[in-house]
């Protein structure tokens, strides 16, 4: 069910327009009256670019306009019955120009929104990942953390084929997933030695320090918070019949605690030094269903093992 779920919210729009086409579709065969048919058909050729872009809804159109065709061809008497021939033509002709001209209007206006945003959204990512290593600059033994991160979650949540702006929230809430150590001790932040338990209570109210901050900034990081807020629950914690249930806990969340404990893993730290890839992709594997939601897991490995065949570790 919950898979069901997913597919329906990643591929919503797409399934809204399919089910307006067929709709058109099967009412090009069940309506008689020929220039309502016509006219519903810019309803899914207009949703189709406008929440899909150009290609898609020419795509659409193109559909429609092969199924009239096809239509006029199998039930010629039927269609503009009355008229002649080059009326007919025309008024089909004219039919098809407009709607062409329909999808490739807004969906170029779509497009063209789209690659707007994606320049903000660009700029704004640059920015943060600026701050991050600005942050991490005075520490040797986390500098570049927050962004190898960042970019390891995004690679997770590419290979779960995730969209585009969860991957663009995911890598954000990579890159800021530590910003709340800011008001934590440099001393702690830096000890050399294992943390006493005082210590480590204070060090795990980074999560939630760092969702304040980001949360005081408004709506632009609002994705964002959730993820940095909750990346050091446990999975098992999550499931446990006493807590809240499992899809409560974001999925960026799960994935960015599967990158954060990796670097963690393979980095050396004041107190430790850092151990191979491998043996920290064993660890991590090792607690799965316990510590690590075992979906993120399997796309984690994947991820890995590309890299360790290219040489990137």
Not at 235 to 241: Q, V
Request: proline residues 3%; neutral net charge.
């Amino acid at each position: 069910m919950q898979y069901l779920k997913q597919f329906i919210l990643k591929y919503f729009e797409t399934i809204i327009v399919i089910v307006t086409f067929i709709a058109a579709f099967v009412g090009t065969y069940w309506v008689k009256e020929v220039s309502l048919i016509l006219n519903f058909y810019y309803l899914p050729v207009l949703m189709a670019s406008y929440l899909l872009g150009r290609r898609k809804g020419i795509l659409v159109a193109v559909l429609s306009i092969i199924n009239v065709w096809i239509y006029v061809m199998v039930f010629p008497q039927l269609f503009f019955d009355g008229l002649t021939l080059w009326t007919k033509i025309i008024r089909l002709s004219s039919w098809m120009v407009f709607l062409f001209l329909a999808s490739l209007i807004v969906g170029t206006l779509y497009d063209q929104t789209e690659h707007r945003i994606q320049d903000l959204k660009n700029a704004y990512i640059g920015i943060i990942e600026i701050l991050a290593k600005y942050l991490e600059s005075s520490d040797r033994y986390t500098k570049g953390h927050s962004v190898r991160v960042a970019e390891l979650s995004m690679a997770i949540a590419i290979a779960m084929e995730l969209p585009r702006a969860q991957v663009d929230n995911i890598r954000v809430a990579g890159l800021l997933h530590d910003i709340g150590k800011i008001e934590i001790s440099a001393d702690v932040l830096q000890k050399a030695a294992q943390l006493s338990n005082e210590e480590r209570e204070l060090m795990d109210t980074h999560s939630m320090k760092g969702g304040y901050i980001l949360a005081s900034v408004g709506n632009v990081l609002k994705e964002v918070v959730p993820i940095v807020i909750d990346h050091h629950k446990y999975f098992m914690d999550a499931t446990d019949s006493n807590k809240r249930d499992i899809q409560e806990l974001p999925l960026g969340a799960r994935i960015v605690a599967v990158a954060d404990v990796f670097d963690a893993l393979t980095t050396d730290r004041p107190y430790r030094k850092g151990i191979p890839p491998r043996q920290a992709l064993e660890e991590i594997e090792a607690k799965s269903r316990k510590q690590f939601d075992p979906g993120v897991v399997e796309a984690f490995k994947r991820v890995i093992n590309e890299r360790m065949g290219g040489a990137d570790f």
